[in-house]
């Protein structure tokens, strides 16, 4: 059974923080997409990464994926009210398409 | 920006009724998918359906449940009788590539309530 597991669960900080948020597993997908999901709707693509290492950037967002694709990173630098929601990951892995979601992080950004 | 359409957007059912989730997933994608949330957890895997058929399914969707695209826009999940622990979120979600690489897209969900 493939897990991943986000670190940390909840994060309250004010505006203008730098935070990272990280996704782990002992599992290699073959990708690690992160969404992002506000109450009573359903999972939004922030982005996907493909190969290890790769580095992918989105405005304030850095997304990374580990070397060996065992393990992600999301990097806010100067965080805003509006980035305030639920961050999640997801591996997909080998040929198989299903995604296998993390734990979540709830961002939480106040003034 | 196209978009995964489910309806209804919130069902209440009966113990032992059944129900069945509608979901037109984006026209030109390929894959699609039933997840599933209950509160405060994770987003699960269902189904995964591809030419008309299962691709992959999980533990979660024993024989009470079943997907079908009866028309070539619609797809369905039906419950056949619900059980109290079925009350969930229930996403659909379409993809254009099956391998991951690409990002899929999720409807809004249905929030599903057996009482």
């Known amino acids: 059974t493939q897990l991943l597991e986000q670190s940390p669960q909840f994060l309250s900080i004010q505006e203008g923080e730098n935070l990272t948020v990280y996704c782990n597993s002992s599992s290699v997908f073959s990708s690690l997409q992160w969404y992002r999901q506000e109450p009573g709707e359903g999972p939004v693509l922030l982005v996907t990464v493909v190969t290890g290492g790769e580095v992918k950037k989105l405005k304030r967002l850095t997304f990374q994926f580990g070397d060996a694709r065992k393990d992600s990173s999301l990097h806010i630098t100067a965080a805003q009210t509006g980035d305030t929601g639920l961050y999640l990951c997801a591996g997909a892995g080998g040929t198989a398409s299903k995604l296998t979601f993390g734990t979540g992080t709830r961002l939480q950004v106040t003034l | 920006e196209p978009e995964v359409t489910q309806t209804p957007s919130h069902q209440v059912t009966q113990m032992g009724q059944e129900v069945i989730l509608r979901c037109v997933p984006i026209s030109n994608h390929l894959y699609f998918y039933w997840y599933r949330q209950i509160l405060g957890q994770k987003v699960e895997f269902l189904v995964s359906f591809y030419n008309n058929e299962i691709s992959e399914k999980s533990e979660i969707f024993d024989d009470q449940f079943s997907v079908e695209r009866p028309d070539g826009s619609n797809f369905t999940l039906k419950i056949r009788s619900t059980k109290l622990e079925d009350s969930a979120m229930y996403f659909c979600?379409?993809?254009?590539?099956?391998?991951?690489?690409?990002?899929?897209?999720f409807g809004s969900g249905t929030r599903l309530t057996v009482v």
């Open positions: 979600a379409s993809s254009g590539s099956g391998f991951g690489n690409y990002g899929y897209t």
